[in-house]
């Protein structure tokens, strides 16, 4: 669903719709796909689907758009046409930016996206990940920790006092 938001978002401001034209279009959105999903009309709230009004953030850093065009754009300059998984991967890792989009942003410049070096890079980063856990999540014995005598001496020597 995010993806078809921000795919929505993003090609309205191609077509030089206004900030906040999505939230005008809920209605009618929900208005044509409630018989099939009557869910919409309790979730269709607009303010979900203006990345202005708190909830979740719709359409991804700018900066990170930026870089995606210019990325694509060296991609096409240097002839290869065929924009690396590796600089997708730096996009979606530093930036979140939808590997959907900069795919889509290549597309528009006429350069590929290499899909599977994105996904390498991907297994790369969970592996890190998991090594990382594992190594955070050290095994302790109960012999191998000192032993702790305590005595518990609440209510020796007190007396109630009255109020």
Do not use: C, W
């Not at 708190?54 to 065929?82: E, I, L, Y």
């Not at 890190?128 to 005598?149: M, Q």
């Not at 609440?154 to 007396?159: D, Q």
């Amino acid at each position: 669903m995010r993806f078809l938001i921000r795919r929505a978002i993003r090609n309205g401001k191609l077509l030089g719709y206004p900030t906040g034209f999505m939230t005008a279009l809920v209605p009618a959105v929900v208005k044509s796909l409630e018989s099939g999903y009557p869910e919409l009309r309790a979730k269709g709230r607009t303010d979900r689907a203006d990345p202005r009004r708190g909830g979740t953030r719709v359409q991804p850093d700018p900066r990170a758009r930026s870089r995606a065009a210019s990325a694509a754009d060296r991609a096409r300059a240097d002839g290869s046409n065929r924009l690396s998984g590796r600089d997708a991967f730096e996009l979606h890792d530093t930036y979140g930016f939808p590997v959907e989009l900069t795919r889509e942003i290549a597309s528009e410049s006429g350069v590929d996206l290499d899909l599977d070096d994105f996904e390498a890079a991907m297994r790369e980063q969970r592996e890190r990940a998991r090594s990382d856990a594992s190594s955070k999540r050290a095994t302790v014995g109960v012999t191998e920790l000192p032993a702790i005598v305590s005595e518990y001496t609440g209510y020796e020597g007190s007396k109630p006092t009255a109020r």
